[in-house]
């Protein structure tokens, strides 16, 4: 392996990547595709910005591992989307890439294409923009990301219509200044600290103008009007975990948002992680508790613009090599007949319905 001269002793360049131009080249986004997203887009805006009272549901996996499981898995969501439509707006989670803690294990489609395989970053970049491609072209849906890696996101930008900035990447100046120049709706996790002073920064940050490098460009951005709030529970100085989307919470955040002139003030709750304490059934009844404070406060109704659930096609968790097909290798995900059950039961609520 040749060592090139602008990197360190410690680290071997293996192959030369392709850049975002000529990925979308080999791979285009014909004009029918981009009408479909574009409406996708208007939809999630005109929620964010009050115009709809539509709920969203991000929804979907942990991690996107395999293709045909995925794409079964989204082509459900579209089934169910016809039945709630009037009060529910879902957007397939298809997260291509997979933060860890310690640097260690499956790092997600966009490392290992294949999760048994080795990594390889050329087949990674192909095959996640044949998936986010694939959902729109057979479902009508356009996805959600997390945007782990900047400099990665260009390779699927024109494809997605909500990108997530995880709870480890929110303070990192880059993720923000790169949040800033995206034209659909971004959500801002707060970090594992739980800071709120950090995460409303981040969302300052993220609606600003700025002028920074990207991708071997100086750049300027317009700012996104769009950056929210995603609150995720919070891990203590001893490693607890803590929630943070009752009632108290949710207004607290309310309130800081009307400190300083933010633009849509909005909020979405992430059901899974610290909030429910990595018990992924516990989602149910989160999901259910953030809608029933949303029915008693009118600020509250207003901030809340949805919800982010971790689902697939079987309960729970397995290991890498364990087989079992749409079966989270990740965190452990609500299966279908629990997420068809939850999607019904929040379009109710929505309507009224239940009390």
């Known amino acids: 392996m040749k060592v090139r001269d602008e990197f360190s002793k410690n680290m071997v360049a293996k192959q030369e990547l392709p850049t975002p131009e000529e990925v979308r080249k080999l791979y285009p986004f014909n004009d029918r595709l981009k009408e479909i997203k574009d409406r996708n887009d208007k939809e999630i805006r005109d929620v964010f910005t009050g115009k709809s009272d539509k709920f969203i549901l991000i929804i979907g996996p942990c991690s996107a591992d395999r293709e045909d499981a995925v794409i079964e898995y989204v082509k459900r969501l579209r089934d169910i989307q016809e039945k709630v439509k009037d009060v529910i707006l879902i957007i397939p989670r298809v997260y291509t890439g997979k933060p860890r803690t310690t640097g260690a294990g499956y790092k997600g489609m966009l490392h290992q294409p294949d999760p048994n395989g080795q990594p390889d970053m050329l087949k990674g970049i192909v095959a996640i923009r044949k998936l986010q491609m694939r959902v729109i072209e057979e479902t009508g ?19 997605l219509s909500y990108i997530a900035v995880g709870a480890r990447s929110v303070e990192d100046q880059q993720h923000r200044l790169v949040a800033s120049a995206m ?23 993220a609606q600003g103008s700025h002028t920074f490098i990207y991708r ?26 803590h929630p943070n989307y009752h009632y108290e919470d949710l207004e607290r955040i309310s ?11 909005a909020c979405i709750i992430d059901c899974n992680h610290s909030n429910s304490g990595k018990n992924f059934i516990e989602q149910i009844r989160i999901a259910k508790e953030v809608l029933h404070s949303t029915r ?33 290798i990740t965190d452990p ?3 279908w007949e629990k997420t068809e059950k939850l999607i019904l039961d929040i379009a109710e609520l929505r309507r009224g319905n239940i009390s």
């Not at 996104?224 to 609150?231: E, F, R």
């Open 141 to 159: 849906f356009s996805s959600a990301d997390e945007m782990l890696y900047p400099e990665n996101y260009a390779y699927v930008s024109d494809l």
């Open 183 to 205: 034209d659909v709706a971004v959500g801002m996790k707060n970090p594992t600290s739980g800071d709120l002073a950090v995460l409303m920064n981040s969302i300052y940050a």
């Open 216 to 241: 071997g460009w100086e750049v300027d951005t317009l700012g996104n009007d769009l950056a929210h709030v995603v609150l995720r529970g919070y891990v203590d100085k001893g490693g607890l975990n």
């Open 333 to 335: 995900c609500l299966g």
């Open 255 to 265: 309130n800081l948002y009307k400190e300083k002139n933010y633009k849509n003030p």
């Open 296 to 328: 008693h406060n009118k600020d509250i109704y207003n901030l809340v613009k949805g919800l982010m659930i971790e689902s697939y096609l079987v309960d729970g968790a397995q290991k890498v090599d364990g087989g079992v097909y749409g079966k989270s």
